[in-house]
Nanobody
Framework: VQLQASGGGLVQSGDSLRLSCTFS????????LAWFRQAPGMQRERVAD????????WYSDYLKGRITISRDNAMNTAYLRMDSLKPEDTAVYFC????????????WGQGTLVTVSS
């Protein structure tokens, strides 16, 4: 299984951005998918996840209302839309997957850097 996050870049405070996570090496619909982020000097944190067919989602309380996770199993791609971006959203964003609906995430992609300027 391989994952590749993309879509990061330099944006201004208040902007929106949509990140993509491309999946390969298996049946995407068999995998629960999550987005994590790691800000400079901070621990990695989970920001959202989505069930195999997209029927269930979870969001970090801190980001709820500003982010939306989705997936298109036909395209083997998951997305993270972020609105009203703030400088404190600056981080490397990663996608990860697992077969189960609980437990550790087994497969990780390289991150994509999001930088929000004030």
């Amino acid at each position: 299984v391989q994952l590749q996050a993309s879509g990061g870049g330099l944006v201004q405070s208040g902007d929106s951005l949509r990140l993509s996570c491309t999946f390969s090496g298996g049946d995407f619909s068999d995998y629960w998918l999550a987005w994590f982020r790691q800000a400079p000097g901070m621990q990695r944190e989970r920001v959202a996840d989505i069930s195999w067919k997209g029927g269930l989602t979870w969001y970090s309380d801190y980001l709820k209302g500003r982010i939306t996770i989705s997936r298109d199993n036909a395209m083997n791609t998951a997305y993270l839309r972020m609105d009203s971006l703030k400088p404190e959203d600056t981080a490397v964003y990663f996608c990860a997957s697992r077969l189960s609906d609980h437990g550790q995430y087994d497969y990780w992609g390289q991150g994509t850097l999001v930088t929000v300027s004030s």
